[in-house]
Nanobody
Framework: QERLVESGGGLVQAGGSLRLSCAASGRTFSTYTMAWFRRSPGKEREFVAAVSQNGGRTGYGDSVKGRFTISRENAKNTVYLQMNSLKPEDTAVYYC?????????????????WGQGTQVTVSS
C-alpha cells in the first residue's frame, strides 16, 4: 500500500517555475513507476509525466515537453516535477500516482495509488 502526499503547488506568474514533490509512505516505492497527472475545470484528466522505477525511462505529455522534468529519489521515497516556463493553461490540480511493480504506463487507468492533489495556478 502506497500513501502519496503532494506538495509545492501555489500561485505563480506566467513564465515562472514551480517544483512539485510527492512523498510516498510505502516500503516498495522503488519498484513503482511514478507519474503526474493534472485536471483543469471542465477538462479531462491529462497525463503530464512518468518515470520508471529506476529513473531510466521517462515520458511526457505533448503540452509539457521541453518545459517540465520528472525525477525521483528512491532513497527519499520522493518524486519531483520541475515545471518551468509556466503558462496560464498549466493551471490545474496536479496529482501524483503510482503503478507497478515493474510496470511502466502513461495511462491513468493503470495507476493504483493516487495522492490528494495540489493546486497550481498560473496568472497571466
Amino acid at each position: 500500500q502506497e500513501r502519496l502526499v503532494e506538495s509545492g503547488g501555489g500561485l505563480v506568474q506566467a513564465g515562472g517555475s514551480l517544483r512539485l514533490s510527492c512523498a510516498a509512505s510505502g516500503r516498495t516505492f522503488s519498484t513503482y513507476t511514478m507519474a503526474w497527472f493534472r485536471r483543469s475545470p471542465g477538462k479531462e484528466r491529462e497525463f503530464v509525466a512518468a518515470v520508471s522505477q529506476n529513473g531510466g525511462r521517462t515520458g511526457y505529455g505533448d503540452s509539457v515537453k521541453g518545459r517540465f522534468t520528472i525525477s525521483r529519489e528512491n532513497a527519499k521515497n520522493t518524486v519531483y516535477l520541475q515545471m518551468n516556463s509556466l503558462k496560464p493553461e498549466d493551471t490545474a490540480v496536479y496529482y501524483c500516482a503510482a503503478t507497478g511493480p515493474y510496470f511502466y504506463s502513461e495511462s491513468a487507468q493503470s495507476y493504483r495509488y493516487w495522492g490528494q492533489g495540489t493546486q497550481v495556478t498560473v496568472s497571466s
